[in-house]
C-alpha cells in the first residue's frame, strides 16, 4: 500500500528542503552520475517556494558558462558547503527536472537553464 500526505505536510517538507538549501545554495550540472560537474549555477538567496506539493526555485532563467566539456544528463542541488540537498536530477532540452537549452558544452560556452526547475512532492 501507497503512502499518502496531507498537502499542508508536502509543503511543510519541501519548506524544510528550502531552509536546507540555505542562502547561497547551488544548482550543479553533470554529466551522467554526477561523473564529471560541466556547471554550477548559484541559487537566490531564498533558493525557492514551496506551493502545494511543488518546490520551484528562484530567479530562472539563468546563464553560466561551462566550467567543463562534455553531455549534461544529471543535477544536483547542494549547499554552499557542498553538502547534497538533492540528487538524482534529469538534465535535458525537454522532458526532464531540469531544461537547458543545450546538453553538449565545452568549456566556457554559455549554458542557460530556461524553464523554472520544479520539483514534485508525491
Known amino acids: 500500500m501507497s503512502v499518502t500526505y496531507?498537502?499542508?505536510?508536502?509543503?511543510?517538507?519541501?519548506n524544510a528542503v528550502i531552509?536546507?538549501?540555505?542562502?547561497?545554495?547551488?544548482?550543479?550540472?553533470?554529466?551522467?552520475?554526477?561523473?564529471?560537474?560541466?556547471?554550477?549555477?548559484?541559487?537566490?538567496?531564498?533558493?525557492?517556494?514551496?506551493?502545494?506539493?511543488?518546490?520551484?526555485?528562484?530567479?530562472?532563467?539563468?546563464?553560466?558558462?561551462?566550467?567543463?566539456?562534455?553531455?549534461l544528463a544529471a543535477a544536483r542541488i547542494r549547499t554552499s558547503a557542498d553538502a547534497d540537498v538533492i540528487t538524482g536530477l534529469t538534465v535535458g532540452t525537454s522532458g526532464t527536472d531540469i531544461i537547458v537549452d543545450n546538453t553538449s558544452l565545452v568549456t566556457g560556452q554559455n549554458v542557460t537553464v530556461n524553464a523554472t526547475p520544479t520539483i514534485t512532492h508525491n
Do not use: H, Q, Y
Not at 496531507?6 to 519541501?14: H, V, Y
Open 19 to 71: 531552509t536546507a538549501i540555505g542562502a547561497s545554495g547551488k544548482l550543479e550540472l553533470g554529466t551522467a552520475g554526477m561523473a564529471a560537474v560541466l556547471a554550477t549555477i548559484t541559487l537566490d538567496a531564498t533558493a525557492g517556494t514551496a506551493t502545494t506539493n511543488v518546490l520551484s526555485l528562484s530567479g530562472f532563467p539563468k546563464t553560466v558558462a561551462a566550467s567543463g566539456t562534455g553531455t
Open 6 to 14: 496531507a498537502t499542508a505536510t508536502k509543503t511543510g517538507r519541501l
